[in-house]
């Protein structure tokens, strides 16, 4: 096309709409459009409708060459002449546009993909196109909701995962929140954020979820958390049981810290500081063994030397070294022996927290040997933690639980995704051989 109408609704391209003008500044393109309906019935009756007057109504679009872009509809009004008919008078409709939302259907859309599938902060959309917080929060859920409602978004779930993450940190008017979050281990992706970390809260939960969904479940993989052991009991008790292998190893890693902070008190009268033996190898420590080359080793047992007078430090860590190990060896009796020893150990080490570790990995015993039943690894789950993270930046601190699980199903949670407008074709670079 050569017109100039022509080329500006060939930009716009919205099917059925006529751009009458264009305004713009260097804050925002103003597209003045209307319908192209001349010809109109009366939903009513069917009699042909008499154009009645007009209203402008005013909406943002997709950001058009950079430039937030402006909508300005020219509504018609229509009135039914037909005497007999119900329908008096009534203002004409696309599916392009929403009655509610001051967003074009396809800004709205595209909201939802931004804040929802890539996780970014609501207020970077507004700023784009020019709209408060709230009208692009709207449409992340109006077009999000049914995203996450669809029953083909979670199917059958064989290894299901429960872990817990924080919702928000502590402040002056509550300690921290936490929330727990249910995981197909098999797909990766989060099937619900439920508020809370109770037995009760997890009890609930499965309860709410039909029967045959359950049944389907065939290993069921928790951090060591005693009241999502209790929140289980009673419930999927066809599923085996299995502690998260990176939580096991995260305890045990938590007892050698836990330790080290308290030596480190102890002889040196204060909290870590940059120069301190023990806070040097703070990190080297919690690497595994099998990942620190000479020099590392070496320079541990020296930071040990020097800060660990009475092989505290040292316990924990070969404490928590036991506890990988078990994970290292393939077969199920061999991990069985492992763990046995290493809850020996630890129970007869005089170092209260070594002490208690063990207390933790005897009650847990049953669940973490399961793992070397299952084969299943619980990899997914913390990378699952990691996108939630990126969600939690991006949101800078949640005041609605629902929009907080909205957007971490978005992010994480299997949605399937529309289809959009066909991939472009790239547009080759002229680089210099
Ligand atoms: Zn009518």
Same mark, same amino acid.
């Given at each position: 096309?050569a017109?100039?109408t022509?080329?500006a609704e060939a930009m716009l391209g919205?099917d059925?709409f006529?751009?009458?003008e264009v305004? !713009?500044?260097a ?5 003045h ?6 010809l109109v019935g009366?939903?009513?009756c069917?009699v042909?409708?008499r ?9 943002r679009d997709?950001?058009?060459f950079?430039?937030?872009?402006r909508?300005?509809w020219?509504k ?5 002449e037909?005497?007999m008919?119900a329908i008096?008078?009534w203002t004409e409709s696309s599916?392009?546009f929403s009655a509610r ?17 890539n ?5 970077q959309?507004?700023a ?7 009208t692009v929060?709207?449409?992340?859920? !109006? ?7 669809d029953p083909?978004?979670? /199917?059958e779930v064989?290894?299901?995962?429960v872990? +817990?993450?924080t ?9 921290t929140l936490f929330?727990?979050g ?7 992706v989060?099937?619900d954020v439920v508020?809370?970390n ?7 939960w499965?309860?709410a979820?039909?029967?045959?969904w359950?049944e389907q479940i ?9 009241s999502?052991r209790?929140?289980?009991d009673?419930?999927l008790d ?11 190893v ?5 007892c050698l810290d ?16 940059k120069r301190?033996?023990?806070?040097r ?8 063994t099998e990942?620190?080359? /000479?020099?590392?080793l070496?320079?541990m047992?020296?930071? $040990?030397r020097?800060?660990?007078?009475d092989?505290?430090? $040292?316990?924990a860590?070969?404490?928590?070294e036991?506890v990988?190990?078990v994970y290292?060896?393939?077969d199920p009796?061999?991990?069985?022996l492992?763990?046995?020893?290493t809850i !020996?150990?630890?129970r007869?080490?005089?170092v209260p +927290?070594i002490?208690?570790?063990g ?5 847990w015993r049953?669940e ?13 789950t !913390?990378?699952?933690?990691? $996108? ?6 991006a ?10 699980r909205l957007?971490?199903?978005l992010h ?6 529309p ?10 670079t002229r680089s210099?051989h």
């Amino acid at each position: 096309m050569a017109d100039a109408t022509g080329v500006a609704e060939a930009m716009l391209g919205l099917d059925g709409f006529r751009v009458l003008e264009v305004h !713009e500044s260097a804050a925002e393109v103003v597209i003045h459009i209307e319908t192209d309906a001349c010809l109109v019935g009366c939903p009513g009756c069917g009699v042909v409708a008499r154009a009645h007057d007009r209203m402008v109504v005013e909406y943002r679009d997709l950001a058009a060459f950079g430039r937030p872009a402006r909508l300005r509809w020219d509504k018609r009004r229509w009135r039914c002449e037909e005497p007999m008919c119900a329908i008096r008078s009534w203002t004409e409709s696309s599916p392009q546009f929403s009655a509610r939302c001051v967003l074009t259907n396809r800004a709205g859309a595209e909201c939802c993909r931004q804040v929802g599938r890539n996780a970014r902060p609501v207020t970077q959309m507004a700023a784009e196109l020019g709209v408060g917080w709230d009208t692009v929060m709207d449409a992340v859920r !109006e077009h999000g909701e049914p995203l996450v409602d669809d029953p083909d978004r979670v /199917g059958e779930v064989r290894a299901l995962g429960v872990d +817990e993450t924080t919702w928000l940190s502590a402040n002056k008017d509550h300690h921290t929140l936490f929330a727990t979050g249910l995981v197909d281990l098999d797909r990766r992706v989060v099937i619900d954020v439920v508020p809370g970390n109770s037995a009760h809260d997890l009890g609930s939960w499965l309860d709410a979820q039909p029967h045959s969904w359950c049944e389907q479940i065939r290993v069921v993989a928790t951090d060591l958390a005693e009241s999502y052991r209790a929140g289980l009991d009673g419930r999927l008790d066809h599923a085996l049981r299995v502690a998260d292998p990176f939580h096991v190893v995260r305890i045990a890693n938590r007892c050698l810290d836990q330790v080290r902070r308290r030596v480190q008190n102890q002889t040196l009268g204060h909290r870590g500081r940059k120069r301190d033996p023990l806070y040097r190898i703070r990190k080297l420590m919690l690497t595994g063994t099998e990942r620190l080359e /000479g020099p590392g080793l070496e320079r541990m047992l020296l930071g $040990l030397r020097l800060g660990d007078p009475d092989n505290e430090v $040292l316990g924990a860590w070969v404490a928590k070294e036991s506890v990988r190990d078990v994970y290292l060896a393939d077969d199920p009796a061999d991990a069985a022996l492992l763990l046995d020893k290493t809850i !020996e150990g630890c129970r007869l080490d005089e170092v209260p +927290e070594i002490g208690s570790l063990g207390k933790t990995l005897a009650r847990w015993r049953t669940e973490i040997l399961a793992h070397h039943h299952t084969g299943a690894s619980n990899g997914p789950t !913390e990378g699952l933690n990691l $996108l939630i993270k990126k969600v939690k930046r991006a949101g800078h601190g949640f005041r609605s639980f629902a929009n907080y699980r909205l957007r971490i199903l978005l992010h994480t949670g299997g949605v399937n995704w529309p289809a959009t407008t066909p991939p472009a074709p790239h547009i080759r670079t002229r680089s210099p051989h």
